[in-house]
């Protein structure tokens, strides 16, 4: 294998991880922001997954699950992973936010 051919299989290795790196933090601030939009919301008498799902749309994810577990607010977003890992990959990510304890 030449040197020319080690590199090329290298960097489309590093894109694809880049790719998945990329749509990973998409989805964990997508969540982490709905959260603390749905504790806001929540705290100030609102429905707190309702915000929370709005924030997740604004930021390019979907909601998963969302639960107010007493002042807390727990939120799963995903978002689809890159078109070359396939239609089925998603990638999620959790957040929890609600009043320091």
Do not use: F, I, Y
Request: aromatic fraction near 0%.
């Amino acid at each position: 294998m030449s040197l020319a051919s080690v590199l090329l299989l290298v960097a489309c290795g590093a894109a694809a991880v880049g790719g998945l790196l990329h749509a990973r933090r998409v989805a964990a601030s997508a969540a982490d922001l709905a959260a603390l939009a749905g504790a806001v919301a929540h705290r100030d008498g609102a429905d707190g997954c309702a915000a929370a799902g709005r924030v997740v749309a604004a930021n390019g994810a979907a909601l998963r699950d969302c639960a107010v577990l007493g002042d807390d607010v727990l939120v799963t977003a995903t978002v689809p992973g890159p078109e070359w890992a396939g239609p089925d990959v998603e990638l999620h990510a959790t957040a929890r936010a609600g009043p320091a304890p």
